[in-house]
């Protein structure tokens, strides 16, 4: 059984592959109920109306969905290795972005950047 499962490509490096994903989407996962737990700090921070957090909000999520979608197609052309890589370097990059935003707009704008990585 061993050897017809690496025979088809199922070997350690798969299992390693698939803990990484896993921890991955748990962070992602954290990250998107921490938005609903950080929104009132957020919407404190701005000065924000309901309508304003709201929107917070609904651009992450967007942002989040069309991620998968984008990174499912890159995922397909790259492979699912270099795909992994590149949102990882391209989240990490929006999120010191992120960090630096003194105002509403462009903290919204960069965060939903920042969730298209993955």
């Not at 790259?78 to 707009?105: D, E, K, N, P, W």
Request: charged share 10%; proline share 3%.
């Amino acid at each position: 059984v061993d050897g017809a499962i690496e025979a088809v490509g199922f070997g350690p490096a798969q299992f390693l592959y698939i803990a990484a994903s896993c921890t991955i989407f748990y962070l992602e996962l954290l990250c998107l109920v921490s938005d609903g737990i950080l929104l009132p700090l957020v919407k404190c921070d701005f000065g924000l109306s309901s309508f304003e957090a709201s929107l917070y909000l609904l651009v992450t999520k967007l942002a989040f969905c069309f991620g998968g979608l984008l990174g499912g197609k890159l995922g397909d052309r790259l492979g699912r290795r270099q795909s992994i890589l590149y949102g990882l370097i391209f989240q990490s990059v929006m999120l010191a972005i992120t960090l630096h935003c003194t105002s509403f707009l462009p903290y919204t704008l960069c965060h939903g950047v920042t969730k298209i990585a993955f």
